[in-house]
């Protein structure tokens, strides 16, 4: 193979100057930092009443102002934090009700070009084993997910290279979405492919768009200039600051309308970092119309050769960590948020009392990783560790014992629910109509499939009380409905409305 940095240099002339200079006001980017820093600085701790007032705000599902996140930043009094905590948890009902969506990540390939310093896969680490995965092993990756422990969404993640370009996200993608496979009572496959990969010109964009992408996500790592500067040395793609910034305004305009954004915790001061998501989600519904479908929560994990970084003075304890979640709930109160199995099993379950709506399970992120045996943990060949290895069943179960339902529903991007549509049907707490019947169904197709006997029960017991919920809710229009349940029970797959 061709020096790592000739191919860095192939992959620097995609970008195209001309496709993020247009977004830059006066030749500045959306991200001030000295603005955001002067706001956390400024802002003092606020009265009851203007928590409150702002609490008002995120209840009626409205996008907060800067000030007011630099404000619940500041919050000290406990009372206040409780009703911060509860105002969370009724947005996160009223938006998402008490469903979990799940979903497995499927590393394709840790070939990268960048030299990213927290990262397992940067080109400078050796003693990394580097493969990409043939569309043969895919496949089979692909049928332990869908046929064995049942996943229906995936993130596809890939590193940055030649080897795992465009072309081979198509065709990954395409092999996805081909795997049809036996399961108990009817047959499993992955219907919505979710890709994590480095950002792309437009025409790039376009062609996954029609690929059948669900979400294209990426992570800005961190937005301060001065930090991502030293994080991603010159002369790797990954180190244009911009190029990464406006990647969503560009799938946008491809015509991509679900969107992630996210930040790399522990690489610098988180305050700063959560007022610059808000920055994102604000300026991109303001640009381009739609803001982020969701927002992610990764914090930094050991990986190969990274301990500087691991350690950094910004590493965010678990309590700042749940601060942290708990701002971006009211601050973006129509998205949803992903918390990863990055964390261990009990700060997992506080999280979702603070607003996460989206978790994956049985996870495996070495390459090649769900047809091995063990846990998959082994630092040579993975990108970070694991906080919580549990698998989908018990993450099901243990919901399911608190009351929630995990949603294997699908249906959104293929029934033109996306972008716009689905915010303002989020916003309005319309969008519960329908995910709440897709939910029944779709974790009644997961219980009959998959599910162990004492997760069984424990799911069937929360899908009583679902189904005495929508028979209240709507008695005249429950018995078509409950036909729907008695064909999946019967073994049909993949009903939706
Ligand atoms: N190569 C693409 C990129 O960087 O955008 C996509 C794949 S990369 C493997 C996906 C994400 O993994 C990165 O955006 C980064 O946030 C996260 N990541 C990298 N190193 C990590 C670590 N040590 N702990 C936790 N997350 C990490
Ligand atoms: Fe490559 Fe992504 Fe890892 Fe950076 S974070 S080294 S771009 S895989």
Redesign the pocket.
């Known amino acids: 193979m061709m020096p790592s940095a000739i191919l860095s240099n192939q992959l620097q002339q995609r970008i195209k100057k001309d496709q993020m200079d247009r977004y830059l006001m006066n030749g500045r980017d959306f991200i001030d930092d000295g603005a955001i820093w002067k706001k956390i600085h400024e802002a003092a701790e606020p009265s009851a009443a203007r928590v409150r007032e702002i609490l008002r705000k995120s209840s009626e599902i409205q996008t907060l102002s800067s000030d007011d996140l630099a404000a619940l930043i500041k919050v000290q009094d406990p009372e206040m934090l409780r009703e911060m905590r509860e105002t969370a948890l009724r947005i996160k009902k009223k938006v998402y009700d008490n469903r979990i969506v799940t979903f497995a990540p499927l ?1 394709m390939g840790n070939y ?1 070009v ?1 030299h ?1 310093a ?4 940067k080109r400078e680490n050796i003693e990394a084993k580097r493969r990409v995965l043939s569309q043969e092993e895919i496949r089979g990756e692909t049928e332990i997910l869908a046929g064995k422990i049942g996943h229906k969404r995936v993130i596809a ?4 290279h030649p080897l795992t370009g465009i072309d081979y996200i198509l065709e990954s993608m395409k092999t996805i979405y081909g795997v049809k496979t036996p399961t108990r009572r009817g047959y499993g496959n992955i219907r919505r492919v979710n890709v ?4 792309m010109p437009i025409e790039e964009f376009v062609r996954l768009r029609d690929g059948g992408l669900g979400t294209y996500q ?2 800005q ?1 961190t937005y301060h200039h001065e930090t991502y500067a030293k994080l991603h040395p010159k002369g790797t793609p ?1 180190s244009d600051y911009r190029w ?1 910034l406006y990647a969503m305004h560009r799938a946008m305009e491809a015509g991509i309308e679900d969107v992630g954004i ?1 930040a ?1 915790f522990g690489l610098y001061d988180w305050r700063f970092e959560v007022m610059a998501l808000l920055d994102h989600a604000v300026h991109l519904e303001a640009a381009m119309g739609i803001g982020p479908h969701t927002v992610s929560f ?6 190969l050769n ?1 301990e500087d ?2 350690h950094s003075p910004y590493k965010v304890s678990d309590e700042d960590f749940k601060r942290i979640i708990l701002l971006i709930r009211l601050a973006i109160p129509y998205t949803g948020m992903i918390l990863t199995a ?1 964390e261990t099993a009990p700060l997992r379950r506080d999280a979702i009392g603070l607003g996460i709506t989206q978790t994956d399970a049985s996870s495996r992120i070495g390459i090649g990783g769900y047809g091995e045996e063990g846990n998959g943990q082994e630092s040579e060949r993975q ?2 560790m694991l906080g919580d290895t549990r698998s989908l069943d018990e993450l099901v179960r243990d919901f399911a014992e608190r009351g929630h339902i995990v949603s294997f529903c699908t249906a959104g991007y293929r029934c033109g629910r996306t972008g716009k549509c689905i915010m303002d049907l989020l916003r309005s707490g319309q969008e519960g109509k329908f995910c709440k019947l897709n939910a029944v169904l779709t974790f009644q197709e997961w219980l009959d499939d998959f599910a162990t006997p004492a997760t069984r029960e424990a799911g069937l017991r929360v899908l009583e009380k679902e189904l005495r919920e929508i028979r209240e809710r709507n008695p005249r229009g429950f018995p078509v409905f409950f036909q729907g349940l008695e064909r999946v029970r019967k073994g049909e797959r993949d009903l939706f409305l």
């Open positions: 590393y990268c960048n990213c927290y990262c397992g896969f993640v890939y590193g940055e994590n990969a480095a950002p990426v992570f790592e990954k990464r996210g790399l990764p914090r930094v994990e050991p990986a990274s970084v691991v990055r990108q970070f």
